[in-house]
T-cell receptor
Framework: GAVVSQHPSWVICKSGTSVKIECRSL??????MFWYRQFPKQSLMLMAT?????????EQGVEKDKFLINHASLTLSTLTVTSAHPEDSSFYIC????????????FGPGTRLTVL | GESVGLHLPTLSVQEGDNSIINCAYS??????FIWYKQESGKGPQFIID?????DKRQGQRVTVLLNKTVKHLSLQIAATQPGDSAVYFC?????????????FGQGTILTVHP
């Protein structure tokens, strides 16, 4: 199957700093990628849809100025958590569907963010 | 699925037993349903999917049942093994306009005892 990677796999930062998380499709092109957030022992919640060459679409309640998304190429989307606070500590997961009308999505391994 | 942010329900079984994990979804327009397995600290892993024009689909040791009337999905795992221990999520998606946009259910923690 197709492979999606994320970097870093974990990050610890101080409150007030910004953190960038990368999501890459390694062997296929993805015009769309999705970013999810998962708190401990909870389900995945969709944050935003990242669109190559255009603005991201954010879900209700997600601050677009706090969670900056850039989909600069067909294989890379980045999520930047700006001015991170302890409540932003979570597991961030990206996914990418294969093009061509298929539904299947491939998920990255996730990034554990801890804000001190 | 219906995700309400609550702590996950659990299911404990003995090795070799069959497991049944249930899920409810709320969107009548959903056309595609998927079961994912998530191990600790990892991303979701695809298990099996089913389209809305089907009510049953079988894979290797797994079967998914779909009841559109009551918006219910189940995953059956035959001869459950310790390696099946994980969190299982259902997800659903409409075909259009939100192509690929998944809504996840709350998940179930499956623990398999040797």
């Amino acid at each position: 199957g197709a492979v999606v990677s994320q970097h870093p796999s974990w990050v610890i930062c101080k409150s007030g700093t910004s953190v960038k998380i990368e999501c890459r499709s390694l062997d296929f092109q993805a015009t769309t990628m999705f970013w999810y957030r998962q708190f401990p022992k909870q389900s995945l919640m969709l944050m935003a849809t990242s669109n190559e060459g255009s603005k991201a679409t954010y879900e209700q309640g997600v601050e677009k100025d706090k969670f900056l998304i850039n989909h600069a190429s067909l294989t890379l989307s980045t999520l930047t958590v700006t001015s991170a606070h302890p409540e932003d500590s979570s597991f961030y997961i990206c996914s990418a569907p294969l093009a061509g009308g298929r539904y299947e999505q491939f998920f990255g391994p996730g990034t554990r963010l801890t804000v001190l | 699925g219906e995700s309400v942010g609550l702590h996950l329900p659990t299911l404990s079984v003995q090795e070799g037993d069959n497991s049944i994990i249930n899920c409810a979804y709320s969107n009548s327009a959903s056309d595609y349903f998927i079961w994912y397995k998530q191990e600790s600290g990892k991303g979701p892993q695809f298990i099996i999917d089913i389209r809305s024009n089907m009510d049953k689909r079988q894979g290797q040791r797994v079967t998914v049942l779909l009841n559109k009337t009551v918006k219910h999905l189940s995953l059956q795992i035959a001869a459950t093994q310790p390696g099946d221990s994980a969190v299982y999520f259902c997800a659903d998606s409409e075909y259009l306009p939100s192509y690929g946009k998944l809504t996840f259910g709350q998940g179930t923690i499956l623990t398999v005892h040797p």
